[in-house]
């Protein structure tokens, strides 16, 4: 017993009045692990008792945990910082200091802390939403309390500060009625049998049991452009993260279409009318 006192009153870092020694550093390690498993269990508990009683959804779940992550560690960390002598009141002091000197690096900090906390509470952007924001597409992987991590289809991780997506336009793919209508615009030749060309587009659409499944489909003649006559294919679908590979192969089948269909797609146009002078 005497010779494990010594080890652990061994002093491994000695500044001033201040003495780490290796009890201390237990003390601080077992704290910390104290805290993580206390989490672990907390969340474990939390999601079996929404699985039984419904009374939470997931994100909730989510910004619940995250908060009381961070009160708790803040917390385990000061009493950490009490338990190998140090005193707080001059952290504090310098602190202040620091932050009056940051300004307005400090304010913007601030400003997505909050805005982190609308986003984990406010329920507007959830983990798992499908956000278009800067016309970018991505899906919200991670939401902390300054930033959070958007995933595009490219599969490259966006990090965005909270502050942007509160307060930027951004589309929440997610929010509210899973389907979602879509379109993808069309040109055909002048002298094009108009019908023949709806009934074409509404069956390429119309092929797609998914497609058809989500909603109604329409077709629009939008405008007589300077070359072509412009229609409009409108549809639903429920899958908006597979959505840009949904419409290119609605496009290969519009085009094989119209090709067996003798329908033309033309390209940008002139017509060139040159008058002779009398002499």
Do not use: C
């Not at 001059?90 to 906390?117: E, P, R, Y």
């Not at 406010?122 to 899906?139: H, P, S």
């Not at 589309?171 to 879509?182: L, S």
Request: charged share 25%.
């Amino acid at each position: 017993m005497e010779q494990l006192r010594e080890i652990l009153e061994i002093e491994l870092l000695v500044y001033r009045d201040f003495h780490l020694s290796v009890l201390d550093v237990i003390i601080v390690i077992g704290l910390f692990m104290f805290t993580w498993i206390g989490l672990k269990i907390f969340k474990l508990f939390v999601h079996r008792a929404i699985k039984k009683r419904q009374w939470m959804d997931r994100s909730s779940l989510y910004a619940l945990h995250k908060l009381i992550s961070y009160f708790a560690y803040t917390l385990t960390t000061i009493i950490a910082l009490e338990a190998v002598g140090i005193d707080l009141t001059v952290i504090m002091a310098g602190s202040a200091a620091l932050l009056v000197g940051l300004g307005l690096g400090v304010q913007q900090i601030f400003n997505d802390f909050t805005s982190g906390i609308i986003l984990l509470f406010g329920g507007t952007v959830r983990v798992g939403d499908i956000v278009e924001f800067n016309d970018t597409v991505g899906k919200v992987i991670e939401i902390d309390f300054r930033t959070s991590k958007i995933k595009t289809r490219d599969d490259i991780t966006l990090i965005v500060p909270n502050s942007k997506l509160v307060s930027d336009n951004v589309i929440n793919w997610t929010e509210g009625d899973k389907r979602t209508r879509f379109h993808i615009d069309v040109g055909v030749a002048y002298g094009s049998d108009t019908e023949l060309v709806k009934n074409v587009l509404l069956g390429v659409a119309g092929s797609d049991s998914t497609i058809k499944e989500a909603g109604p489909i329409s077709v629009q003649f939008t405008d007589f452009g300077d070359s072509s006559l412009n229609f409009r294919l409108l549809f639903w679908a429920e899958n908006t993260w597979e959505i840009e590979f949904m419409k290119s192969e609605l496009r290969f089948k519009i085009d094989h279409e119209f090709k067996a269909n003798n329908i033309r797609i033309p390209f940008p146009q002139r017509d060139v009318h040159i008058f002779e002078q009398p002499k």
